[in-house]
Nanobody, 123 residues
């Protein structure tokens, strides 16, 4: 069965760093584009970052550009999000998601989701 398991969240002071991991199983990880999505308390989901299946193209929301780095290790079915210079506004539950996409039609859906990991940045 499909599993996506996030880890690495925690409590950190502003300016600090965390590295999130997403361990995947039960599907062909290397065939899927992947994303990180976060949801802060009382707010809707916010797309954070994405990486293509081969790991050679990355994308970032303006709110995290220059501070976060997405990467993946297809040999180990794992995706990462390195978060530096963390701000209180980064406080949220962070989810990894596998993207089911047909880019020729400019369509995509999040096919698989993890359970999320909490990131809290002290203000």
């Amino acid at each position: 069965e499909v599993h996506l398991v996030e880890s690495g969240g925690g409590l950190v002071q502003p300016g600090g760093s965390l590295r999130l991991s997403c361990a995947a199983s039960g599907f062909t990880f290397g065939s899927y584009d992947m994303s990180w999505v976060r949801q802060a308390p009382g707010k809707g989901p916010e797309w954070v970052s994405a990486i293509n299946s081969g790991g050679n193209s990355t994308y970032y929301a303006n709110s995290v550009k220059g501070r976060f780095t997405i990467s993946r290790d297809n040999a180990n079915n794992t995706m990462y999000l390195q978060m530096n210079s963390l701000e209180p506004e980064d406080t949220a539950v962070y989810y990894c998601a596998a993207v089911d996409a047909d880019w020729s039609r400019k369509e995509y859906e999040y096919k698989y989701w993890g359970q999320g990991t909490q990131v809290t940045v002290f203000s």
